[in-house]
């Protein structure tokens, strides 16, 4: 006879709305699995009369979310509300103390108050549990708990958002406008409520802070991790890694280097050879180097409805069975203290697009920086003839280090042939 597992879920958007859904449509199948029969019990949202495409009737509700951690028939909280702040902390943290397994998507929550939440779960001697709010349906976290534990790791990085996939695909295939497509996306449900959060590299960065935090076993600190969006890759940007034989993709890189670990968020020129630069559209990946294991490489859906709530089932399920991990792999108490690397430490490669006057002393002019500075460039190329009017000139440097390039790019700027700011992009190798 399988035992009951009561569930409470706090958001019915489209998480919400997906978890109901697997629970309904699996229900024999997970019991099976888990040895518990799964039953939401009580639900919240802010409208209770809204069409949700599902049923909730004969299900309590609540207007506050927080009294599920009081409601004796809730034996699991699922929060899926969203924001670090606000209901989503109060929930979780309400429920942790009352000592009930919290599962949430809630990547925003985890990368700010991640240690906090972790510290209240083993105290009060209970889970809290968050695949899905890492690469939606992949599941990279129990991957990298779990699957990945017999290894030190000194690489994890991936294309961590599905909004910024989309975009940059659909600008490459079809030359669209930026602001149509990332309509499309809100549309389809990718995008976050406040879509900056996808475009300018924030929700990437709340992801990679926990990956990193599971990687190498150090408190999550998403105050450390540099952000950079995607609102200024143009079209022109796209058309010229091209034919450098390259592709831009928003990348999370979090890497172990002899002085700590660099956690950084941007857009990246990756060759067209690699996996990485062949996942396309809403889907996400992730590539973990272990030493033992080498590379291992996740791809799947990271956004909507289906894939987000099948992560959500998956801690479901995990905590019917009684499974239990610490948080992030390791307990509070044996976290390292590693320090963090400033982007400006970072050696790469860059690519570099220069908007000027097309007039006689420019390229010597920005030739004297970089050799100031001592960049050493690999190639130049100027787009368009158009004399005293602007033109293009793009440059990829070798490697150098970051502080040295942006140092030159500020001198060019200030040049009175330069017409715009000069733009940049790293070039990964991976
Ligand atoms: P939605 O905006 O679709 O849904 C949010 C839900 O929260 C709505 O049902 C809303 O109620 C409810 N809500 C808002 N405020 C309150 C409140 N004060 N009290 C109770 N309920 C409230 O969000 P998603 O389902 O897309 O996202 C949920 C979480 O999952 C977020 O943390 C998000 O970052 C994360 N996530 C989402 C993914 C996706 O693809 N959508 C992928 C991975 C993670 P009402 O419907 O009545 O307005
Ligand atoms: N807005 C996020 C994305 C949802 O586009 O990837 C998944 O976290």
């Avoid at 809290?128 to 990279?140: F, K, S, T």
């Avoid at 889907?283 to 799947?300: L, P, Q, R, W």
């Avoid at 970072?346 to 010597?364: E, N, P, Q, W």
């Avoid at 460039?377 to 293009?392: H, K, N, T, Y």
């Amino acid at each position: 006879m399988s035992t009951i597992v009561k569930i409470g879920i706090a958001g019915l958007g489209t998480v919400g709305v997906g978890v109901l859904k697997i629970i309904e449509t699996h229900r024999d199948l997970l019991e099976a699995r888990s040895g518990a029969r799964l039953v939401v019990t009580a639900v919240s949202g802010r409208d209770r009369a809204k069409d949700r495409g599902v049923s909730i009737d004969g299900l309590t509700w609540y207007d506050d979310a927080r009294a599920l951690a009081d409601d004796p028939e809730v034996d699991i909280v699922l929060e899926l509300i969203g924001g670090s702040e606000g209901i989503a902390r109060d929930l979780c943290m309400k429920s942790l103390r009352a000592g009930k397994p919290v599962v949430t998507a809630n990547k925003a929550l985890l990368a700010i108050h991640g240690s906090e939440l972790a510290t209240l779960a083993e105290d009060n001697n209970t889970s809290l549990a968050y695949e899905a709010a890492v690469a939606g349906g992949i599941p990279i976290v129990k991957a990298l708990r779990e699957g990945l534990t017999g290894n030190a790791i000194s690489r994890v990085y991936g294309i961590l958002n599905g909004t910024c996939n989309y975009i940059l695909t659909e600008m490459e295939e079809t030359g669209g406008e930026f602001d149509a497509i990332l309509q499309d996306a809100q549309e389809l449900g990718y995008a976050e409520t406040d879509p900056s959060f996808d475009i300018d590299g924030v929700d990437a960065a709340h992801k990679l802070a926990i990956l990193t935090s599971l990687a190498f076993g150090t408190p999550v600190d998403f105050d450390s991790v540099y952000v950079e969006g995607i609102r200024n890759v143009t079209a022109a940007d796209i058309t010229a890694a091209t034919e450098l034989g390259y592709r831009i993709k928003l990348l999370g890189v979090a890497r172990r280097t002899d002085k700590g670990i660099e956690q950084r968020v941007h857009p990246c020129m990756v060759l067209r050879d690699t996996t990485i630069a062949n996942v396309s559209n809403v889907f996400n990946a992730v590539v973990v180097e272990g030493d033992f294991v080498d590379d291992t490489i996740y791809v799947g859906r990271g956004a909507g409805e289906g894939p987000t709530a099948s992560a959500v089932v998956a801690d479901i399920v995990d905590i019917a069975l009684g499974r239990h991990t610490p948080t992030f792999g390791v307990p509070m108490a044996r976290m390292s203290d590693i320090p963090k690397v400033s982007v400006d430490d970072h050696i790469g490669c860059y690519y570099v697009c220069l908007t000027v006057y097309d007039r006689s002393g420019v390229i010597a002019d920005v030739a004297a920086v970089f050799r100031d500075e001592n960049i050493s460039i690999e190639s130049l190329l100027q787009r368009g003839r158009s004399r005293q009017e602007a033109v293009s000139v793009i440059l990829v440097t070798h490697q150098v280090q970051e502080a040295a390039l942006v140092r030159a790019l500020e001198k060019i700027e200030k040049f009175t042939h330069s017409v715009a700011k000069p733009r940049m992009i790293r070039i990964v190798s991976l």
